[in-house]
């Protein structure tokens, strides 16, 4: 294998790739990086844990096809640590050169046949059962909003993804690590047949961050595995290639939310979103030790916190309320996540008293809902 590409590209496409590796791989292999180059000039590049696995392609001057397995971290600090301008990737059959200018360096490749075959083999095929595009531009900030409500426990690993739920011209994500649950509604016209699946939400994560240069996603569902194809942006002359993420499915039933969602409750306020947010970041200070922030809700916002041989402090805000005068105590990270999910420039907070999870919306939104259990107070 041999051939010739400009180094941000190489850099761009070996980055991207990589991050589908993992710290704590099963196997010495999984550290790997897959590099293949065909010769009609495209180079692919990729990686996997078997759960997860991101694949891109780059233009390049293909000299000799063939590919070749390099330790992918390595091989991302080489490409960075190179001058910009043209490089040359050759592969031997016991390691791998990459070479810029006068600087030339060698690592010792993996062997190939102890690499796996990647489960991304023709993912839009006839067999995949269920197809979904979607605007990148809305499901990136669908993403953004729901998975931070993902669980990290891993002993409840359901908790751990996001439910994906496609009907026809919609997709409802939905994540809950049991305190708080987040559910955001899209509108997917290219959406054909009904399928629920429960994605990773490390998976999801990737995608958002790989959609920031993205001009459109296609999921395409098989049994066990989805596969979110990614168009980039951009004219002919764009030299990264459409991008690939793919990701098992997580076994298991996930929690009915919609029962936990209610109506609406009696008591509602409404507030500046950034106020809020300044808020509760300064007062959240003085809630160390797993102590939670206090809000008043009256015909203005008391926000505070107290946490005994530290300190306490308080803050009132303006805010337009509705109902009976009530106190009620939340977690001061997952409020500060809920309310910067919020797109909206007004927050509205529902709730019914100090025990029953709290209701967070934008004033004006009505496809996103964050709940959010209190804490009691003693």
Do not use: W
Not at 179 to 199: I, M, S
Request: charged fraction near 25%.
């Amino acid at each position: 294998m041999k051939f010739r590409c400009e180094r941000d590209d190489l850099l761009n496409g070996v980055q991207f790739a990589s991050r589908a590796i993992s710290n704590r791989a099963t196997l010495p292999v999984l550290s790997g990086l897959k590099i293949e180059a065909a010769e009609d000039g495209r180079v692919s590049l990729a990686a996997t844990d078997l759960e997860l696995t991101m694949e891109t392609s780059i233009r390049a001057a293909v000299d000799e096809p063939g590919k070749a397995i390099v330790p992918g971290r390595l091989f991302g600090e080489m490409s960075r640590s190179l001058g910009a301008g043209q490089v040359t990737v050759g592969a031997g059959e016991a390691e791998v050169e990459i070479g810029s200018g006068r600087g030339h360096f060698r690592v010792k490749a993996l062997a190939p046949d102890d690499y796996p075959a990647l489960p991304l083999e023709d993912p839009t095929g006839s067999d995949a059962s269920v197809e979904v595009a979607v605007d990148a531009g809305i499901l990136s900030s669908a993403l953004s909003q729901v998975v931070r409500a993902a669980s990290a426990d891993e002993t409840r690993q359901i908790l751990t993804g996001v439910l994906c739920e496609i009907d026809e011209g919609s997709l409802t994500l939905a994540a809950t690590d049991s305190y708080r649950l987040a559910v955001r509604k899209v509108d997917a016209p290219g959406a054909a047949g009904r399928r629920d699946v429960v994605l990773p939400s490390r998976t999801l994560s990737e995608l958002a961050r790989a959609l920031g240069s993205g001009a459109s996603v296609t999921a395409s569902i098989k049994d066990n595995l989805v596969a979110f194809s990614i168009g980039q942006a951009g004219d002919e002359e764009q030299t990264l290639d459409e991008a690939t993420i793919g990701s098992r499915f997580i076994e298991g039933e996930f929690p009915k939310y919609r029962q936990l969602i209610p109506d609406g409750y009696p008591n509602k306020l409404e507030v500046d979103r950034d106020a809020l947010l300044e808020v509760t970041k300064r007062v959240g200070l003085l809630a160390q030790n797993n102590l939670p922030v206090k809000l008043q809700l009256g015909s203005e916002l008391e926000v505070s916190a107290h946490t005994p041989d530290v300190g306490e402090g308080q803050e009132i805000i303006d805010a337009d309320y509705n109902g009976e005068p009530i106190v009620i105590a939340f977690n001061p990270q997952f409020l500060h996540d809920g309310v910067s999910a919020i797109q909206s420039q007004r927050v509205t907070i529902e709730v019914a008293d100090g025990l029953k999870p709290a209701i967070i919306k934008g004033a004006d939104e009505t496809d996103f809902t964050y709940l959010l259990m209190p804490v009691r107070l003693s």
